[in-house]
T-cell receptor, first 113, second 112 residues
Framework: EAGVAQSPRYKIIEKRQSVAFWCNPI?????LYWYQQILGQGPKLLIQ????????DSQLPKDRFSAERLKGVDSTLKIQPAKLEDSAVYLC???????????FGPGTRLTVL | GDSVTQMEGPVTLSEEAFLTINCTYT??????LFWYVQYPGEGLQLLLK?????DKGSNKGFEATYRKETTSFHLEKGSVQVSDSAVYFC???????????FGTGTRLTIIP
């Protein structure tokens, strides 16, 4: 079974630029999560989708972050414009039901200069 | 709100040493508790879990017991190996909410 795929793996941009990350979940997984992991901290949930609907986006900075999951399969997370404090690893996870069945992708490491 | 406090790292041990990584939690409801591991260059993987008080989760020689009275879920292993070098995260969810709340992680390095 293929795992959660993410791209790119690394991205370096300057502040005020825009960036987008892509995630392809495990086939058949209805729930998709985006987490932000700042260096030295644990992952923090940004947004949770159930199929193509948003379940929880309470910690998503909506003035600059957006996410979509068209057709309930793959998803994109966008930052526009980026700030220095957005430097982090962005993790995507998918689940067929329940947190113990969450599978994580390798992450995208973003550096904002 | 919900939170997880983990033992400060990094932790460096010799091979075959006994490992304990402390984890305590605060939860608004009845939590399920998890340990995740992140090996170098890889994604987070579920290591073990416990869903009710006094449950013991175990996997790959690691164990953790859900202690409601002390709100703790300490990770232990009797004899660590070099291949156990990784970052370990304690996490929880509260019943009815799939959202994982993570601790800050503990980096473990095992030296031969």
């Amino acid at each position: 079974e293929a795992g959660v795929a993410q791209s790119p793996r690394y991205k370096i941009i300057e502040k005020r630029q825009s960036v987008a990350f892509w995630c392809n979940p495990i086939s058949g997984h209805a729930t998709l999560y985006w987490y932000q992991q700042i260096l030295g901290q644990g992952p923090k949930l940004l947004i949770q989708f159930q199929n193509n609907g948003v379940v929880d986006d309470s910690q998503l900075p909506k003035d600059r972050f957006s996410a979509e999951r068209l057709k309930g399969v793959d998803s994109t997370l966008k930052i526009q414009p980026a700030k220095l404090e957005d430097s982090a690893v962005y993790l995507c996870a998918s689940s067929s039901g329940g947190p113990s069945r969450q599978f994580f992708g390798p992450g995208t490491r973003l550096t904002v200069l | 709100g919900d939170s997880v406090t983990q033992m400060e790292g990094p932790v460096t041990l010799s091979e075959e040493a006994f490992l304990t990584i402390n984890c305590t939690y605060t939860a608004t409801g009845y939590p399920s508790l998890f340990w995740y591991v992140q090996y170098p260059g890889e994604g987070l993987q579920l290591l073990l879990k416990a869903t009710k008080a006094d449950d013991k989760g175990s996997n790959k020689g690691f164990e953790a017991t859900y202690r409601k009275e002390t709100t703790s879920f300490h990770l232990e292993k009797g004899s660590v190996q070099v291949s156990d070098s990784a970052v370990y995260f304690c996490a929880l969810t509260v019943f009815g909410n799939e959202k994982l709340t993570f601790g800050t992680g503990t980096r473990l390095t095992i030296i031969p």
